[in-house]
């Protein structure tokens, strides 16, 4: 969480003299989003964000992330609404960098989501992927269980100077999720990122979405089961079914999920697991000298996966028929 | 500038429920000032900036920063404005923390200012001195004259390390200040760090002023000097003395300077130079390994202290009768 990229005055209002968004009247750089550098912008015509993409992004996918929210926002979802410039285009340059003016959205992260939000959360998932269901882009899920592999290669030498055992752990969950990875499951667009940091809400109601930078095509359920792990798990380590069971439900009140995607929930579920465990791995292991950002725990995904290998049915992450 | 201290929603909305300030909406962490933490908090009420005091800011200060930032705002100067809670006082407590909500300033810090900036910030300048005549508490500038050698020590033995005879040339310096330094010259309240950055601008109209978190009781045109040396230098380390000639003469449209201010000028100029070189030279040395703020060039107010050196006389910042 860090400004990456100083904006000077002079830069921002020549930028901002392509939009038709009022007369600048404050900006402040503000700490969210781990990959970005964003701006809190206000105007006379209202609130807003500038973010500023850097390297972690990949300039190519902008046009997908920014037609999706587009196309979310159309259709009503609470989520940032890239605003186009005079040109007509949302994508625009600042400061060497990629740049976008997205709508401001209220609202605020609950850090320890109770059963309330995991249920707000869970409707608000089943609303996103239906929402999404008419967008024409697609993007491969490029941290889906094919880059696993590739990723651990990257930490294996060193993971059991994290753990013991780590890397004998994680050589068998590689085997056994490449082998029974469910395929053609109904899918469409997924945020695939849905953190609480990246969940607003006002009261116990979900007010908006947020960081859509990991939105890729693949399983509906998979965005279930990431979000399994990142709401449903108590500080100790343990899982708190009435928190899966109120999403889950939630969830299933607009999209029921079909006996296949019932059957697969285990192993969806340790698949993200494993994909955050890699990746946060990869990023422990890699922490640039002088880096802003913390590195997050992979240890934390390594206790959800001894719990993940020892499930045996839906019905234990709350999953009711 | 960065976020040092995480505040999770339960503790934030714990800490509001003592203040009528309307129900939170947003709040987010803002990388501003270089001491503390930040955070823009936008409630049903209106927008706001929270702020935690970090080490750097002696608590013992703080009613003196908080009653002075009162007492200005309460006489119309734009300034943050303290916001007491319901039990009256403005200082609380957060996250181990003393912390305290302001009302929040529009307008934008202008990183280059031109001559009309340096016109604006001579009149505010004014305005500020003439706004705290009144204020009834005293704080004496812990970074004045008497300072410098100490902090001096902290750094002499390191300092040709920085830049060749540094050490040399700051002796001669501290020698001359120490000897030639004007006492009782008229003053009172001062903001003494009127950086661009604790300056807002709407246009060409200054809209606030910030960061009060080195006022202190002194001698006005040691507050002028200070801005001098802030704002009128070009980036080839040469000083505009058309900037200078408005910035002073906007002052002076509201206090004119006396003549032993006037005849001490370049010694207050350079003294100002010397205070914010060897604050820079400490820090410049003292980067702590992890440090989330870059330090600030010293270097840039040694060049500054070898213009005040050859400067015989007041008119040559721009001074005029």
């Keep these: 969480m860090a400004v990456y990229t100083e904006v000077p005055d002079e830069a921002l209002a020549a930028f901002l003299a392509d939009y038709d ?18 701006f809190y912008l206000h105007t ?25 929210m587009e196309h979310l926002a159309a259709r009503g979802l609470a989520c940032p609404q890239p605003i186009r410039n005079r040109a007509g285009t949302a ?9 976008v003016i997205v709508s401001f959205l209220d609202g605020v992260s609950v850090r320890r989501p109770g059963v309330r939000h995991c249920r707000a959360l869970g409707r608000a998932l089943a609303g996103l992927h239906a929402a999404g269901v008419d967008f024409p882009m697609r993007r491969p899920n490029a941290l889906s269980v094919a880059a696993w592999r590739p990723l651990f290669a990257q930490a294996e030498a060193q993971a059991d100077r994290v753990a013991p055992n780590l890397a004998a752990r ?23 990122d849905l953190f609480t940091d990246n969940v607003f809400f006002i009261g116990d109601a979900v007010s ?8 890729c095509t693949d399983a509906f359920a998979y965005d279930l089961a990431i979000c399994l792990n990142a709401w449903c798990f108590e500080l100790d380590g343990s899982f708190n079914r009435t928190k899966g069971q109120a999403m889950i439900a939630a969830y299933q009140a607009a999209r029921p ?8 929930l285990p192993l969806l579920a340790r698949g993200a697991a494993l994909r955050f465990m890699l990746t946060r791995l990869v990023d422990w292991l ?16 390594d206790r959800k996966l001894a719990f993940h290998r020892r499930v045996t049915g839906a019905e234990e992450y709350g999953w009711t028929p």
Excluded at 172 to 186: K, N, Q
Excluded at 208 to 215: H, N, P
């Design 91 to 99: 994508l625009g340059r600042l400061c060497g960098r990629p740049a």
């Design 21 to 38: 968004i009022g007369g600048l009247l404050s900006y402040k750089g503000i700490a969210e989003g781990v990959e970005n550098t964003n």
């Design 208 to 215: 908006g979405l947020i960081d859509f930078y990991f939105a």
């Design 286 to 301: 890699n922490v640039p000298p002088g880096a802003l950002v913390k590195p997050k725990d992979p240890l934390e995904y």
């Design 170 to 192: 994680t050589r068998d969950d590689l085997a056994r999720l490449e082998e029974a990875w469910p395929r053609d499951l109904p899918g469409g667009v997924i945020h695939a």
């Design 44 to 68: 006379t015509a209202g609130s807003y964000i500038l973010t500023l993409y850097e390297k972690r992004v990949a300039e190519g996918d902008l046009p997908f992330f920014l037609g999706l």
């Design 257 to 264: 999920l079909d006996p296949r995607e019932v059957e697969s």
